[in-house]
């Protein structure tokens, strides 16, 4: 994948990010995949994984083989395979998702969708993903409120 601003920004380890912006994603991942609706028996997309908050706790709710996570960035997509065995992680962004039509049930973005370079085309990605039916859902950051 030819390198982005994206994947310039994203160009560390999983544990270097984790010891930044963990104290933010993690306590953020549960709350966020409760309000977007996860629960067992379904199947999700995360969409800009990161090295795997949000990935683990759809790995707890629905299982690895329920839960397809992409990232832009190669050190974030291999940290997160390497956290979570069994989930199909790949390279890719979310303006080009790297998956088929309707192979989920919800497509999430913890944290992303400020990072992409068009935040429409992720949406409409999103949405190319998922079953009639399911949930696109994405959360930013709160800029206006120091957040």
């Known amino acids: 994948m030819a390198e982005t601003e994206g994947t310039r920004t ?3 380890a999983g544990t270097t990010y984790d010891s930044f912006m963990g104290r933010y994603s993690v306590p953020l991942a549960a709350l966020f995949a409760d309000a977007a609706g996860v629960t067992t028996g379904r199947q999700a997309v995360d969409v800009g994984c990161g090295p795997g908050a949000l990935t683990t706790v759809l790995v707890e ?4 083989d329920a839960v397809l996570a992409c990232d832009p960035s190669p050190s974030f997509v291999q940290e997160c395979s390497a ?3 069994g989930v199909a992680v790949r390279e890719g962004r979310a303006e ?3 998956f088929a039509d309707d192979v989920a049930d919800l497509a999430l973005a913890q944290l992303v969708l400020h990072f992409v370079s068009d935040a429409h085309r992720a ?3 999103m949405a190319r993903v998922v079953r009639p ?3 696109v859902a994405a959360c930013v950051w709160d800029f206006a409120n120091g957040m």
């Open 61 to 64: 709710r629905l299982g690895a």
């Open 123 to 125: 949406a409409q990605e």
């Open 10 to 12: 994203f160009a560390v």
């Open 133 to 135: 039916g399911g949930t």
């Open 96 to 98: 080009e998702l790297p």
């Open 83 to 85: 956290r979570l065995p």
